[in-house]
């Protein structure tokens, strides 16, 4: 069932991170235009990873032992949040820090802990994850990639697509097919860690509709994968997918990758001298939209500081701030309009046109907005 | 903890006093004398004077069950209206039903309007502001004739001079934010009604040899239904997310801005599930949806508060919206 969302407030100690992490912002992102930080956490940049990695601030909530910060959700909340605001690039190490590491803390054995653990909060390991197939998208239990055991491991063959970094990553975390078909759906599903650089490999980058390469298709054949490739429990992988998916979807991501719009808008109306108005009503809109989804995820994450798994809630909070990150872009451009963008900075204009673009895929990564109401649904006891 | 014992008590009392069927009698002119005298003697209309006045002494947060309850059971009495005024005025306030007028105009006769008051019908005693200063005028020297539809409970009031008798209250305050708080929590409370009606109903109506709850259709929108109703709520509690008994008025904003924008929906989508049958006057569901539709007008609907809103972040500085939301509104 679904839980009651309640109003939660940051611990002073969470808080504390805000300004330092700021002000490293402030000077790393100096001459970023606007246009490159809406990017949010599709951005790439594996130097300022490591940057932010050197200040401690990558795998934060893994425990100093491996190297992390050992802070709790509200940390990684704050630090997110900061990150996510002005569009920092982010996404080189960003799988690694929100899937990747909590799923092999989790599941992991002791060796791969050691192994992997320390090289995500150095960011020297950058992660993606191999869910979809070509023929295999919402129905993820379909996927049709196999680990065969053999003598020194396991064997893949197989082929993903629309992996996200896999042509700039170290490692995937793959969903595949270890015994039984397609038709025993859930069963027979293994995660495997596959180091992209053995051979057998092919990765293609596929340009997106904004003439950026992010999303990958990737070939395995015959690739020979070690024994302790397997993470976590034979045939358990549908499970962790799911636990690992409700991580992806419970952060302020899914409300903030537009707010580097919102943020060019808000200058540009400043610049003017109208005081009323169309536009400043829906500044008003706008404001009351993101106080109260910021407030949403911030009421996820103290479920999730608590020790639950809110992933019902989390689907309804994505699914929420989703529908307000497509349609801000919507809703500015109208306004613009109206007053013919007189004044408006390039910068403005080719964010906008960036986001207008982009927005369709906030509702498709990580989870369809039609495969989310289906387990908000079952959460209302309707299936 | 105190807040859930209050919470379930309120839940009981108005199971009792504030069942459907005697919604709809007090609706028709009944009077609410019985659910009346059972809040004052619970209590619950003190709730948030002080104690040295005799009241509970709760600080707003305290008393969001209290109200958000009273929105749960369509409440036909100004219960909110009351708890506010009586914060206010202590020992000084008039015992029977209060509200608080969204605004009012005076003629060149000196004659006063307030329309649409929220209880109009029932409350003894109405708070009217005129120049920054907000006065209890008694409603047994107004003209009141009913305002809303089919079961409302607003009422147009009009007097044709000031009345001899009326209370000033000392402290300058927006009373339309504060009521506005308020409203934004038993909208909050009736949409959470609403949810679970159209689920159960979902649940329980067959076609096609199976509940229509099992129909994917059906199933995305009561998602949309419930993904608003929680934001809602969340909404509303951020109205009441204050240290003393009075809503910091941003905070107000935003609880009536988003209650009021997603209202519509809510409403459309319960009654398209519920078919014909939500249509009837005997079935539940209007008493929650009318009063949605009502309560999103009353002290101000979204775009009221959008513009409120937009002009103090214009205002406010800030070059980043996450901060006007932090630092501005929600001081976290």
């Given amino acids: ?383 | 903890m105190t807040q859930d014992l209050f919470g379930d008590a309120m839940q009981q009392l108005l199971a009792q006093h504030s069942a459907p069927a005697r919604v709809r009698d007090i609706e028709r002119g009944a009077d609410a004398h019985a659910l009346w005298t059972a809040l004052e003697e619970a209590g619950f209309l003190d709730a948030l004077a002080s104690e040295a006045q005799g009241g509970a002494g709760l600080l707003l947060p305290e008393v969001f069950s209290i109200v958000f309850i009273a929105g749960r059971h369509a409440a036909p009495v100004p219960l909110a209206q009351t708890l506010l005024l009586r914060a206010a005025l202590g020992a000084a306030a008039p015992r029977g039903p209060l509200s608080i007028a969204p605004g009012c105009l005076i003629d060149a006769d000196g004659a006063i309007d307030c329309a649409q008051v929220p209880f109009g019908r029932m409350a003894q005693w109405v708070l009217v502001e005129v120049e920054n200063q907000a006065r209890l005028l008694p409603t047994a020297t107004a003209r009141v004739s009913a305002a809303g539809g089919y079961g409302s409970l607003d009422a147009d009031l009009r007097w044709n001079h000031w009345p001899d008798t009326s209370i000033t209250l000392a402290a300058a305050s927006d009373w339309t934010t504060q009521a506005a708080a308020m409203t934004a929590a038993l909208m909050a409370g009736a949409m959470e009604r609403v949810l679970e009606m159209t689920t159960s109903y979902a649940n329980e109506r067959r076609q096609f040899g199976k509940a229509i709850g099992k129909q994917q259709a059906i199933q995305q929108q009561l998602s949309v239904l419930a993904e608003q109703v929680f934001a809602a709520r969340l909404a509303a509690r951020i109205g009441f997310d204050s240290t003393s008994t009075m809503a910091a008025p941003q905070r107000a904003a935003i609880a009536k801005e988003r209650t009021s924008a997603v209202a519509p929906e809510v409403c459309a989508i319960a009654h398209a599930v519920h078919g014909a049958m939500g249509f009837t006057e005997e079935y539940d569901l209007q008493l929650f949806t009318r009063r949605l539709h009502e309560w999103r007008m009353a002290y101000g609907a979204e775009s009221e508060w959008r513009r409120r809103l937009g002009v103090a972040a214009l205002r406010s500085g800030h070059s980043r919206a996450l901060d006007i939301v932090r630092e501005q509104i929600m001081a976290c």
């Fill in chain 1, 1 to 383: 069932m679904l839980e009651t969302l309640e109003l939660a407030a940051l611990p002073a100690e969470a808080e504390a991170l805000r300004a330092p992490v700021r002000a490293f912002l402030r000077q790393s992102l100096a001459d970023v235009p606007a246009d490159v930080r809406a990017r949010s956490w599709m951005g790439f940049d594996a130097g300022f990873s490591r940057a932010l990695a050197a200040r401690g601030w990558v795998g934060i909530t893994l425990p100093g032992h491996y190297g992390g910060a050992g802070l709790d959700a509200y940390a990684r909340f704050v630090v997110a949040e900061e990150l996510l605001a002005v569009g920092a690039p982010v996404s080189a190490h960003w799988i690694a820090d929100r899937q990747s590491g909590p799923l092999i803390l989790k599941y992991g054995t002791d060796a791969q802990r050691e192994f992997y653990l320390p090289r995500i909060c150095r960011a020297e390991a950058f992660f993606c994850i191999g869910m979809s197939e070509p023929n295999s998208g919402s129905d993820l239990a379909s996927v049709a990639s196999r680990a065969v055991r053999n003598e020194r491991g396991w064997l893949l063959n197989g082929q993903k697509i629309w992996t996200t970094n896999a042509y700039r990553s170290h490692y995937m975390i793959a969903l595949v097919r270890t015994s039984g078909e397609s038709a025993d759906r859930h069963r027979g599903l293994s995660q495997v860690i596959i180091d992209l650089s053995l051979p057998g490999i092919t990765i293609r980058p596929i340009r997106d509709l904004t003439g950026d390469e992010h999303f990958c298709e990737v070939f395995f054949d015959n690739v020979q994968l070690a024994d302790d490739a397997l993470i976590g429990a034979e045939g358990g992988g549908w499970e962790q997918v799911t636990a690992e998916l409700a991580f992806e979807r419970s952060g302020p991501e899914r409300v903030y990758s537009s707010l580097v719009l919102l943020d060019e808008w808000l200058a540009y109306l400043q610049s003017r001298t109208q005081t009323d108005g169309p536009g400043i009503t829906l500044l008003g809109q706008l404001i009351s939209q993101l106080c109260v989804l910021r407030a949403m995820t911030l009421s996820i994450t103290q479920k999730l500081a608590e020790g639950g798994s809110p992933a019902v809630e989390a689907a309804l909070v994505k699914d929420l701030g989703t529908s307000f990150e497509q349609q801000l872009p919507v809703l500015i451009a109208d306004a613009l309009a109206a007053d013919g963008a007189r004044g408006a900075r390039a910068q403005l204009i080719k964010t906008l046109a960036y986001i207008t673009q982009m927005s369709p895929s906030f509702s498709l990564r990580g989870g369809t907005r039609e495969i989310l109401r289906g387990m908000i649904a079952r959460g209302l006891g309707l299936r």
